[in-house]
Structure formats: structure tokens, C-alpha cells
């Protein structure tokens, strides 16, 4: 699991693509990033971060995120 700010992300690794990809699983919106390597998967976890709430910001919504500890 990754976390940036209040989100987290769970990653799978897929062997036969050779490439890291994740979700966001603290949201209903679907976020999603994937790398090739762990540098570029976390750093692909926080744009994907950054885009959605750019995107709050510019459509003048609320980000979503679910509390894990009511999970």
C-alpha cells in the first residue's frame, strides 16, 4: 500500500506486462496510476493525487476520501 495526503493506493504487479499498477481504494472516484518502476509508480501515485484534486478544485467539488478506520 502507498499513501499520499489522506489517500492510499493499492498496487498489483502484473508479470507478464512487466508493470506496476495501482488504484486508490479510500474513494468511490476512480483513481488509478501504474510505472514500470517503483520511482515512477510513486511518483505516478502523486500526480494522479494531484490531478484529482485540481480537478475538486476547478469543478468546485468536494475531493472524496473515506476514513480506513470506519472500514
Known amino acids: 500500500m502507498m499513501r499520499y495526503k489522506e489517500y492510499i493506493g493499492d498496487v498489483e504487479y ?3 506486462a512487466k ?3 495501482g ?4 474513494t468511490r472516484d476512480g483513481i488509478t496510476f501504474q510505472g514500470t ?3 515512477e ?6 500526480d494522479s493525487i494531484e490531478d484529482y484534486l485540481s480537478w475538486c478544485r ?4 468536494q475531493p472524496e476520501y473515506l476514513d480506513q478506520r470506519v472500514r
Do not use: S
Open 19 to 21: 508493470i506496476f499498477h
Open 37 to 39: 518502476t517503483v520511482e
Open 41 to 46: 509508480l510513486e511518483q505516478a501515485f502523486r
Open 23 to 26: 488504484e486508490v481504494v479510500n
Open 14 to 16: 502484473d508479470d507478464r
Open 58 to 61: 476547478e469543478e468546485a467539488v
